[in-house]
């Protein structure tokens, strides 16, 4: 059979089928369409997991000091565990490629203000954290460069803690 003879053999069957030949393509157009939006969630989701765990930057360490109390008995083995201090935050500093180096410490605390009162969560960080982790200020300034032995003290709130406790 020559090709002509191929292709009139496939018009006839298309025409002389309609609605099959139609429901044939709605089926492969829906399958591509499917697909291509799988595809593209996928994608979607995909991005925004990646920018959840890289919102802060694919370069940062988190250090946390081990368990710093122990039960029953550990035999011949003394724990020899400490918390990590501001002087270990400093040493990190002086490492090869380390940028920064920032010391916190979190706790719960009320919160007042002219009779407000709210409980939230405090964070304690050197001033370089803005730098580190990434964020701004929406308007005043960040913590002063002290020396982290002898800080100052300050204040820097959320928006949700200043609206609620100044309005």
């Known amino acids: 059979?020559?090709?002509?003879?191929?292709?009139?053999?496939?018009?006839?069957?298309?025409?002389?089928?309609?609605?099959?030949?139609?429901?044939?393509?709605?089926?492969?157009?829906?399958?591509?369409?499917?697909?291509?939006?799988?595809?593209?969630?996928?994608?979607?989701?995909?991005?925004?997991?990646?920018?959840?765990?890289?919102?802060?930057?694919?370069?940062?360490?988190?250090?946390?000091?081990?368990?710093?109390?122990?039960?029953?008995?550990?035999?011949?083995?003394?724990?020899?565990?400490?918390?990590?201090?501001?002087?270990?935050?400093?040493?990190?500093e002086t490492l090869p490629r380390v940028l920064a180096s920032v010391p916190v410490i979190q706790g719960n605390a009320q919160v007042e203000s002219e009779g407000k009162q709210r409980r939230t969560t405090i964070y304690g960080v050197g001033s370089s954290a803005p730098v580190v982790w990434q964020f701004n200020t929406a308007s005043g300034r960040f913590l002063p460069d002290d020396d982290p032995h002898a800080a100052r003290s300050f204040v820097v709130l959320g928006s949700k803690v200043r609206s609620e406790l100044f309005g």
């Open 1 to 92: 059979m020559r090709f002509a003879d191929f292709s009139r053999l496939s018009l006839g069957a298309l025409a002389h089928h309609r609605l099959r030949s139609f429901l044939t393509g709605l089926g492969i157009a829906v399958g591509i369409s499917a697909v291509i939006l799988l595809t593209s969630i996928g994608e979607g989701v995909q991005r925004f997991v990646l920018a959840e765990f890289t919102q802060f930057g694919t370069n940062l360490i988190g250090i946390v000091p081990g368990k710093t109390s122990t039960t029953g008995v550990s035999g011949a083995l003394i724990s020899n565990v400490r918390p990590l201090s501001i002087d270990d935050s400093e040493s990190l």
